[in-house]
């Protein structure tokens, strides 16, 4: 059995919409039993959270548009696909039905005033619902029996809306119970990424790039014989080829080198995305979509060893870093309290902001901290709202907000020696700007903050640099 997770480009468009199709099909043609993991359109999920802050804020104009931007970019989709005037009325009835529970929420939001995780949650979910439905049709089109499945009919979940943690034994005794008797029957379960619920059925996500998660734990619940994840890069590379481009693809990584290439940012993986297979030794492969010839990464338990000082420079654009201080004065009165950065630290992720990465300065009372643009503005109201006692008592200098920013974090392989040095005379050489630094203490891992503009270059630098030829 595989579980294949598809991820925002297979939904990009109808051709790749078809890629997709004829990749499961010609799975099943194989012989094996197929498990589809779906996630919502590109940009869908900031879409549907950014609604509901509008509304939280009154701007119920803008949770308008965005339905309409909703329905739109699905329909379409749809009507590329979905050729049949029958199978097409219907789906778009289902959508409707999708579209008042929306409307049902964002109006609930509006009416507190509040947008709570848990309501942020229940609107998010929507995306995946929506491509979930079209996923199944277009399969059952391309000739492969197929069968939509909730994600939160799955994965069972604690109430830790906006990063919710599974419940493994309950989420596999559902996850049995629910899709063995498909596959046995040769029917293509297409389950929703991302999404889980209570054991009191309020819905719930799995974070940021959940649908991995989703896949990982589904794989480990049937005990399948791999996990593939289809996505636009042909593996986990070297570096950012649109940016290096002779970066090279890593055939084989760790389990612990793919977990720590998630948490640093990149995109490819959820960070808990590893969890479920390194328990029971369940490869996974990463490939590309668009060039399915291409082998990809192979993450497993011993992978082969590279020559190589760094593992990978993973880089990330659109970030925002918001940097806290407090009033001298105050400080040295009070000393820099490191509680005030966990009740901050607390605060982003109580409202499923993700925390890219953070530095507390004890010397100049400080503390910096890097959010994706698009969680930015709220990141800040959250956090203002949060030190508004250390406001009114003068202890509060500024919280600042700088944008655009780029975070670039260096993976070391573990043989490799000197990667802290040999990084920053890369960085000197171009004269790059580190607006914030984190070393891991094992040496494996180094991240920095530096302005946006100067993202290529940093990169360039480093790989030129770290990576042995």
């Known amino acids: 059995m595989v579980v294949m997770k598809f991820g925002a480009v297979a939904v990009s468009d109808a051709s790749r919409v078809n890629d997709l199709v004829r990749i499961v ?12 993991v779906c996630t919502a ?13 509008a509304a ?3 701007n119920l104009a ?14 379409t989709l749809a009507e590329r696909l979905v050729t049949d005037d029958w199978e097409r009325e219907t789906l778009y009835r289902a959508w409707a039905d999708l579209l008042k529970s929306f409307d049902r929420i964002v109006r609930a939001i509006a009416t507190l005033g509040e947008h709570s995780p848990r309501s942020s949650d229940a609107v998010a979910a929507i995306g995946e619902r929506f491509i979930g439905l079209l996923l199944a049709v ?36 559902r996850a049995r119970t629910r899709l063995l008797p498909l596959t046995q029957s040769r029917i293509v379960p297409v389950v929703t990424g991302y999404i889980g619920a209570t054991r009191q059925k309020i819905t719930t996500t799995l974070g940021r790039g959940g649908g991995d998660y989703s896949a990982t734990l589904i794989a480990a619940a049937l005990e399948a014989d791999e996990v593939v994840i289809w996505t636009d890069v042909p593996g986990i590379l070297t570096a950012d080829p649109k940016l290096v481009p002779e970066a090279r693809t890593l055939s084989e990584l760790s389990y612990i080198e793919a977990a720590e290439i998630a948490t640093l940012g990149a995109e490819v993986l959820h960070p808990r995305t590893l969890t479920p297979l390194a328990d029971r030794n369940i490869p996974l492969h990463i490939r590309s979509l668009e060039q399915p010839h291409l082998s990809g990464t192979r993450v497993v338990a011993a992978p082969r060893i590279s020559s190589d000082t760094a593992r990978t420079i993973i880089s990330a654009p659109s970030i925002s870093l918001i940097e806290i201080s407090m009033s001298p004065l105050a400080a040295a009165e009070l000393g820099w309290a490191p509680e005030l950065a966990a009740r901050v630290l607390a605060e982003l992720t109580g409202c499923g902001i993700e925390v890219l990465t953070f530095a507390q300065s004890f010397s100049e009372r400080g503390l910096v901290l890097a959010v994706r ?11 203002e709202a949060c030190l508004q006692p250390e406001r009114d008592s003068k202890a509060l200098r500024a ?28 960085l000197a050489r171009v004269q790059g700007t580190v607006l914030a630094m984190v070393h891991g203490n ?4 180094l991240s920095f903050i530096v302005p946006e503009e100067e993202l290529s270059a940093v990169v360039r630098a480093l790989h030129r640099e770290l990576m042995a030829g």
């Open 399 to 426: 919280i600042s907000l700088r944008a655009p920013v780029a975070l670039v974090a260096v993976i070391s392989a573990p043989e490799s020696t000197r990667l802290a040095p040999r990084a920053l005379a890369a």
């Open 62 to 75: 803008a949770a308008e548009q965005a339905r309409r931007e909703l329905w739109q970019r699905h329909r």
């Open 25 to 36: 099909r010609h799975a099943i043609d194989e012989g094996e039993a197929v498990v589809v």
């Open 442 to 445: 094992t040496s494996r891992h």
């Open 41 to 53: 359109i590109a940009d869908v999920t900031n879409l549907l959270i950014g609604a509901g802050r």
């Open 138 to 173: 277009a399969l059952r089109r391309g000739g492969v029996a197929a069968q939509l499945i909730d994600g939160a009919e799955l994965i069972v979940t604690d109430d830790h809306f906006g990063n919710a943690r599974p419940l493994p034994e309950e989420t596999a005794a």
């Open 373 to 383: 643009a698009t969680d930015a503005e709220y990141a800040y109201e959250r956090i």
């Open 56 to 58: 939280a804020r009154g």
